[in-house]
């Protein structure tokens, strides 16, 4: 299988995550053209280059703008794909689909696995519940739900619970 080619002197690595890819290859003749119709279509939509994603894709909730970060995914590892919808003269804007469920496992010494979850545009979509912003917010400011899967870390963690009957 070929690697796929990468528009980056330092391509993604798996050991080292976090920092790659980094520093793009403008040696690169497609790379130039890229950037400057990314440039063209910015200017058009009189949106300034230094701009934050979040200042022009975003969900609102509860009257709050909450930014949403990711963009397209693509065959070279983007974790947070978000596919928006662009707001008129403007590049982005309200997220379409894409990432609406994010997990992260991994397993220490002990018996349960240590697990942490994000629901992008929060739990609900009724305006009146109280979870329609909850981990909205919680997602743009890249921050995880802790997920309890030992009955006694569940236990201790239990807000409520409902007990149905089956009709006979």
Known sequence: MNKPESWWVRPFDPADPLNTPNTLDTTRPGVAVALGNAIAEMTAAKVPLDVTIGDVQHIERGGRRIAIHGGPGDPHGQ???????????????????????????????????????????????????????????????KQWVTERFCRGDVLRHTLSTTVLRALR
């Open 79 to 141: 974790f947070n794909a978000i596919e928006s919808v662009p707001a008129p003269g403007q590049p982005l804007g309200v997220p379409a689909g894409g990432s609406s469920y994010l997990q992260v496992v991994t397993w220490t010494d002990g018996p349960c696995p240590d697990a942490a979850t994000i629901l992008s545009y929060s739990q609900s979509a009724n305006p009146r519940s109280p979870y329609f912003a909850d981990q909205g917010p919680l997602f743009s400011r």
